[in-house]
């Protein structure tokens, strides 16, 4: 148990820099930063919308390299996300990023969502949500967790997303720290709620008109996948 809450925030722990999961997003963002500037090259500005992100994780990209290319971000998020009370910096959105009617097609140069789409809900949701990142932006930029990565990124349980669902519920049952017996409609609610992974077909399937970037551990092992659909 010590051993993943340590492996747990080495990967999670956003607001420091050195940790294990900033470096992979600071890696993984290249790319994004490479069409930021093509953008601005063209157009003189950027509009960035973020389909259920927070204005911490743009801290990796940095103020100043959103000034330099006269980047404008729109952050979108559930009303019961609320930026915190000093985040001045950005346009914040309440909204279900799988259905923003109120929002105009291409109405952004580029779509953006880190870990996101996995929480959404059933395939109809994703569906949903992707339609909606390709209908938003000339561009994007999507990022998933790969199921077939052995750790769940989001229990750091070896194998857990791999289990049958009498397995999975049961971890919900057993989990420490609760503070009262979970029953099993209990279990089965957080069972439903489970992040849903996804492999490089079905993500594939999602973004057809995307190039899926695979990023990788030790150049081995495949953590996550990236719809990019960039100015090349």
């Not at 006269?70 to 346009?91: C, G, S």
């Not at 923003?100 to 395939?123: A, Q």
């Not at 000339?138 to 990565?149: D, E, G, M, S």
């Amino acid at each position: 148990m010590r051993l993943r809450k340590r492996l747990q925030k080495a990967m999670t722990n956003y607001d420091d820099p050195r940790s294990l999961g900033s470096r992979f997003r600071v890696r993984r963002i290249a790319p994004l930063k490479a069409i930021i500037e093509k953008v601005y090259v063209a157009n003189g500005k950027v509009r960035i919308i973020d389909l259920g992100g927070r204005a911490n994780y743009w801290e990796l990209i940095g103020d100043d390299f959103l000034k330099k290319n006269n980047a404008e971000l729109t952050i979108v998020n559930l009303p019961a996300v609320t930026p915190p009370e000093r985040e001045q910096r950005h346009h914040h959105i309440s909204g279900d990023a799988c259905h923003l009617p109120h929002l105009k097609s291409n109405s952004f140069d580029i779509v953006h969502s880190n870990s996101v789409i996995e929480h959404v809900g059933d395939w109809a949701k994703m569906k949903q949500f992707a339609n909606e990142a390709r209908r938003l932006g000339a561009y994007h930029f999507i990022q998933t967790p790969y199921y077939w990565f052995p750790i769940e990124p989001h229990y750091m349980s070896l194998g857990h997303h791999w289990l049958p669902w009498p397995a999975r519920a049961r971890r919900h049952y057993r989990r420490k720290g609760n503070k009262s017996p979970v029953s099993a409609d209990q279990a089965m609610q957080r069972l439903s709620s489970e992040p849903f992974l996804l492999d490089i077909k079905t993500f594939s399937s999602l973004f057809p008109d995307s190039a899926i970037v695979k990023e990788r551990v030790v150049g081995i092992l495949i953590k996550s996948l990236i719809a990019i659909r960039g100015p090349d």
